[in-house]
């Protein structure tokens, strides 16, 4: 187990690219397997699934969800101990990448099922639950859901008022409360649900538990919410009116929820990253072929340099996307123990790369992607949750923030200590004032990139010193309270997000350079070369924001359209 983050090593200005240099690949054996799994689902959804009928009648029909079972796609996951196909963590997103190209509403249902519903069984689920529970989870005879989110408990899992009260006897656990927005909780027979195991005390963090409870233990759902997109998934309620679960269904601890549930959420972002990646390409194509076959002042309109501009920066971006998707699934194939920052990065920057794609996938389209007959509108509406569920874009910002902050402010801690106690922590010192040394003589290096890419790789260590030292700045002047300042987080984050995608960008490229050369890389060198000039920009922009801002004229404008109700003004 490689215990060293490459995020969280960058946030102290620390290059550690034999993470993820060179740039993961999967096993030959399972790319060939991967390869006749891919067209069978390409064909069966070809032949069987009618995405347009799906969203229309809010529906997947039972054929079709059979079929899918029968191809395997409940049990990716799965180890082949417990009946399943067990893919790596590269091999599943590839899966879930190409089935969200395909429809978005059986995308989220196996993803529901899959990267969040059952994976707690995967990750903390003792062998008993396991061997009770896969077997029949991998056929899909038993669909899994994850139950967290309440009225008052989306991002804060810590507001969770679901209780579960344990027997006298110590053998039960009684559930009482209720969720929201469950995807598959129409019909799922089995789900992940966290509840308080401790009194509610004030000012008191509560104990979370994460359960295994089965539908047949008393569980109520109630009708499918109508949805913006991805109409055709269930999201239901769900109900517990004193529902007994065995102490053996349990995941992992009592009173140890929270974890159970950041360690699920960190696979299902993956999972939204790469279906980002699906659809992103779909509606490529689809661009490509609408700036073909349209025509203006008597010549394709993809003649035209807006809309090649278009096209270029939708290639660009799905490039960075799927670079550092596919980075991240290499790190947690390769037993890289903290990748939590790396998935956070994904979904935001996956999520919010693929709004921007649809956006102007629609607008090349015109007046058609605006018609229902077409299926712009419909990827359109498919893609908006994207930026919400698995945590919403803004709490990731924080939590990307945070925890890179984390180990740079522990580290000011014990340094502020050893000062007050110069002989006992002399090591301590001693190793910081290098530390201080080496930044201040010169910058890291990323001494893995080609040479080729070396003008983008100097963006890279001179934006990571930037980072560093913007990180230390801000931890000395808030301390404690910077977890209060979230324009402070949100520059750090998209910095972070940036810094990410250049580093995945340049392992790739690099691959395919030593791999194909220079003139057989040429497309990927470009899209390199475009991608991180478009995000030099933004870096700049971040890190002069840290010193020259509007945040508190911003907050006031709020605070006074709060006072207001909304926006006071009429040019009458």
């Not at 930026?387 to 522990?410: D, H, K, Y």
Request: with cysteine; glycine share 10%.
């Amino acid at each position: 187990m490689i215990e060293q983050s490459f995020m969280k090593s960058l946030f102290h200005g620390v290059i550690a690219d034999n993470l993820i240099v060179p740039y993961p690949e999967p096993l030959p054996a399972e790319t060939n397997n991967l390869h006749i799994m891919l067209d069978s689902v390409r064909k069966y959804f070809a032949q069987n699934v009618d995405a347009q009928k799906i969203d229309r009648e809010a529906l997947v029909p039972d054929d079709v969800l059979q079929g899918i079972k029968d191809l395997g796609l409940f049990g990716l996951l799965v180890p082949n101990d417990y009946g399943g196909i067990g893919l790596s963590a590269t091999a599943y997103a590839r899966v879930m990448q190409e089935v969200s190209g395909l429809e978005g509403s059986l995308a989220v249902t196996l993803g529901a099922h899959q990267s969040i519903g059952m994976k707690g069984i995967l990750l903390f689920g003792s062998e008993e639950l396991k061997k009770k529970y896969l077997p029949k989870l991998a056929t899909g005879e038993c669909v899994a859901a994850f139950a967290l989110t309440e009225p008052s408990a989306g991002s804060d899992a810590a507001a969770i008022q679901t209780r579960a009260e344990l027997s006298d006897d110590g053998r039960y656990f009684t559930l009482n409360g209720s969720k929201i927005w469950i995807s598959n909780g129409g019909f799922a027979d089995l789900f992940t649900v966290f509840a308080r195991t401790s009194p509610a005390e004030h000012g008191a963090k509560p104990r979370i538990t994460a359960f295994v409870v089965e539908r047949g233990m008393g569980v109520r759902t109630g009708p499918n919410e109508h949805k913006l997109g991805i109409r055709g998934s269930s999201t239901t309620e769900v109900y517990f009116e004193d529902v007994k679960v065995p102490i053996e269904n349990v995941l992992g601890e009592v009173g140890r929820g929270f974890k159970v549930a950041m360690e699920v959420l960190n696979n299902g972002r993956l999972g939204v990253a790469s279906g980002s990646i699906g659809l992103a390409k779909r509606l490529i194509k689809l661009s490509v072929e609408r700036a073909r076959e349209r025509k203006a002042f008597g010549r394709p309109i993809g003649e035209f340099g807006l809309i090649k501009d278009k096209i270029a920066q939708m290639m660009a971006g799905t490039f960075a996307l799927e670079s550092m998707t596919y980075l991240t699934t290499g790190l947690i194939d390769s037993n890289v123990a903290d990748y939590s920052v790396e998935s956070a990065i994904c979904k935001v920057y996956g999520s919010e790369t693929l709004w921007k794609i649809v956006n102007e996938s629609l607008q090349i389209a015109a007046g058609v992607g605006y018609m229902q007959e077409y299926s712009y509108e419909r990827h359109l509406r498919d893609a908006r949750i994207n930026l919400i569920f698995e945590g919403t874009n803004e709490i990731l910002r924080c939590f990307i923030a945070l925890s890179g902050m984390q180990g740079p402010g522990r580290q000011l801690v014990e340094v502020a200590r050893a000062m007050r106690e110069p002989i006992k922590g002399f090591g301590l010192l001693s190793d910081f004032a290098i530390r201080k040394a080496r930044t201040a003589l010169g910058r890291e290096r990323f001494t893995r990139a080609h040479p080729v890419l070396n003008r983008e790789a100097v963006v890279f260590e001179e934006y990571t010193v930037e980072l560093a030292k913007n990180v230390d700045k801000a931890l000395r002047k808030f301390g404690k309270d910077i977890a209060e300042m979230q324009y402070t987080q949100k520059r750090v984050a998209d910095m972070a997000i940036d810094l990410f995608a250049i580093a995945s960008v340049l392992s790739r490229t690099t691959r395919a350079l030593e791999q194909r050369g220079e003139e057989g890389a040429r497309r990927e060198i470009d899209l390199t070369t475009v991608f991180v000039s478009a995000a030099e920009k933004r870096l700049a922009d971040n890190v002069a924001a840290f010193e020259k801002n509007d945040d508190e004229l911003r907050k006031a404008i709020a605070d006074r359209a709060y006072n207001d109700g909304g926006y006071p003004f009429d040019i009458i």
